[in-house]
């Protein structure tokens, strides 16, 4: 790389890896596990006009 | 290289890359159903689908970044650099193939388009503070900028620099993915493996570029020393026979930029450090055929006078070599030859009479 490239992708990870880092973090530390198997009720998806419910 | 663009320059290295990347994927595509019912029975085959192709994508762009620092670190890596572009387009595949599968589940009967639906959906209540949608489009809307503008011919019609630039955007994508993933399978998902691997993988991505970083700054840290010589200063390479046969070593010119000093069995010469195709590390190349072989991409330049073999037509500047007896300076014993590199290129393509190590000995190979 350029001299220029490699500054900037040095000044990039020097932002970005702390970033990164801070979000592991506090996605684990404000973690919701739901407990239950398959997808969360709130997402589950809308049905078809007419269709049944599950 | 340059000479005329073909869809892809197969090579049998290219072949073999390719063919064990797809089967990889397809096996961990065709196996993630099977493990994954094993460990929650009542799962859906939509969402089954859904995990594997969007944890397989997470995992591809995961690898696809820790190469380069790797490689750096490592030469043992560098064979995996070599085809990453078909790498990343296969990833964005995978990604658009997570896309649909979440837009068919969740998304199928919405009343509303469904990108405005998964741009518009309240993820409060799903346990994302933020909106984690959003930032997986953020991130598929860069990765196919990436995918459509991969093959050299953009490149060629970018510019080295502009394209690059916009290819360094592969960072800002993957934060993307991970606030994606942190905010929101990660806030639900209840599989260790799953918890363990985002983690892991995410961190390790970080480290692996800052560690990099690193190791790049503390050569651009190495002080130069100058030596009178010929009229001007020079920039002290070191002494002469460190650098091994067939091999180049970094010097850093005081603007910055680096010069590849190359050996070629008994013949020294330098030429520019920064590959023409994406700005590779020349200086961590080999010889072959008489030209200094990027790592990154295999493009070549004649050491003799840094242009690329016909019918290619790179150039790279090259700079004077010479040898001069050490003056005490710097902790080597008077006397031994030290290796000195005038700084002032000249232009691409200039040959430049190669320094002989051992002037008694038969040539090994000439340099062209």
């Not at chain 1, 592991?24 to 709130?42: D, N, S």
């Not at chain 2, 070599?321 to 300076?329: I, K, N, R």
Request: aromatic letters at 10%; glycine letters at 8%.
């Amino acid at each position: 790389m350029t001299r220029g490239q490699r500054l900037a992708h040095r000044r990039l990870w020097w932002v970005l890896a702390p970033l990164i880092v801070a979000t592991l973090i506090y996605a684990v530390v404000f973690r919701q596990t739901v407990p239950v198997e398959g997808p969360p009720t709130t997402l589950r998806p809308a049905r078809a006009p007419g269709e049944a419910a599950p | 290289m340059s000479h005329g663009f073909v869809t892809v320059q197969w090579t049998r290295r290219k072949v073999i890359y390719d063919v064990a990347l797809v089967a990889t994927v397809a096996a961990y595509l065709g196996l993630y159903p099977i493990l994954s019912k094993m460990g929650q029975p009542r799962i859906t085959p939509e969402i089954v689908s859904m995990r594997a192709w969007g944890s397989c994508a997470f995992l591809m762009l995961t690898l696809i970044l820790s190469i380069g620092p790797l490689a750096r670190l490592d030469k043992r890596f560098l064979p995996l650099l070599y085809n990453r572009r078909h790498f990343g387009v296969l990833m964005f595949v995978v990604a658009l193939g997570h896309l649909y599968f979440v837009q068919a589940y969740y998304y199928a009967y919405s009343p509303q388009d469904p990108l405005v639906s998964i741009l518009t959906q309240d993820t409060v209540p799903m346990g994302g503070a933020l909106p984690f949608p959003l930032f997986g489009l953020i991130a598929l809307a860069i990765l196919f900028l990436m995918a459509l503008t991969s093959h050299d011919f953009w490149q060629k019609a970018l510019g080295p620099r502009a394209w690059k630039r916009l290819h360094m955007a592969v960072y800002v994508a993957y934060f993307a993915v991970v606030l994606h993933v942190a905010f929101g399978a990660f806030q639900w998902e209840t599989s260790l493996v799953f918890v363990g691997v985002f983690l892991l993988g995410a961190a390790a991505v970080s480290v692996l570029h800052v560690l990099a970083a690193s190791r790049s700054n503390a050569l651009d840290a190495v002080e130069v020393r100058w030596v009178d010589h010929d009229g001007g200063q020079w920039i002290d390479a070191g002494p002469a026979d460190r650098i091994p046969d067939g091999r180049a070593l970094p010097v850093v010119n005081p603007n910055g930029e680096r010069i590849a000093v190359v050996r070629d069995g008994d013949l020294v010469t330098a030429i520019h450090g920064v590959c023409a195709h994406q700005g590779g590390p020349l200086y961590e190349g080999k010889v072959l055929d008489g030209c200094l072989t990027c790592p990154w991409h295999g493009w070549q330049y004649r050491t003799s006078d840094g242009q690329s073999p016909p019918p290619f037509e790179e150039r790279l500047p090259t700079y004077r070599v010479a040898l001069a007896p050490s003056d005490g300076a710097g902790g080597a014993p008077p006397g031994a030859m030290r290796l000195l590199v005038d700084p002032t290129p000249q232009p691409p393509g200039t040959r430049l009479e190669p320094v002989r190590l051992s002037p008694t000995r038969p040539e090994a190979s000439d340099a062209e």
